[in-house]
């Protein structure tokens, strides 16, 4: 598999966008959660950390969503969120190499399903259990999309020969 060299340094250039955001997303969560590690029970904190989260997994999307675009663009009208981490995992020969592995792709469907959920929040509010549970995952999903986009954009430059 070889890659257009342009198109490959257009989306380098997205992915290390979109990548920016994910840190920036990954400070206000660690300020929001420091704010309840520190005693805050207040549900407008509990709110801001549910936004982060949110926020991150928007960003982790973003991300799947241009290499998606850039190689095959074939989503489904229904449950594309699902099917587009699915997708990431694929290595398609000929194509694109894949992005992650199953480990990072339960996280990301963790907090698509949270950011679901978040979403629908109107008359209910954010459960304090759920939310932190899914919090303490944080620093491991960290780990694994860093070392994730760092693979994927050496791969890309590779098969670009860039």
């Known amino acids: 598999m070889r890659l257009d060299p342009e198109r490959t340094i257009v989306l380098i250039a997205q992915l290390e966008q ?15 959660w420091q704010r309840i590690e520190q005693g805050s029970d207040d549900e407008l904190d509990w709110a801001a950390l549910g936004y982060t989260l949110h926020t991150i997994y928007t960003t982790m999307e973003n991300y799947f969503l241009r290499i998606s675009k850039t190689f095959e663009n074939h ?7 699902r099917h587009l981490i699915d997708a990431m995992q694929l290595d ?10 199953r480990e990072l792709a339960s996280c990301a469907d963790e907090l698509r399903g949270f950011r679901h959920i978040f ?12 939310t932190s549970l899914l919090q303490r995952r944080m620093p ?23």
Do not use: Q, T
């Open 119 to 130: 979403r629908s929040v109107y008359e209910d509010r954010i459960d304090p259990d759920r």
């Open 140 to 162: 491991r999903l960290k780990e694994l999309f860093e070392a994730a986009h760092r693979r994927y954009i050496e791969k890309l430059s590779s098969l670009a020969e860039l």
């Open 92 to 101: 398609l020969p000929g194509i694109r190499p894949g992005f992650m592995d």
């Open 18 to 32: 979109e990548y920016r955001s994910f840190e920036e997303n990954l400070a206000l969560n660690a300020r929001a």
């Open 75 to 81: 989503l489904p009208s229904e449950a594309w969120h």
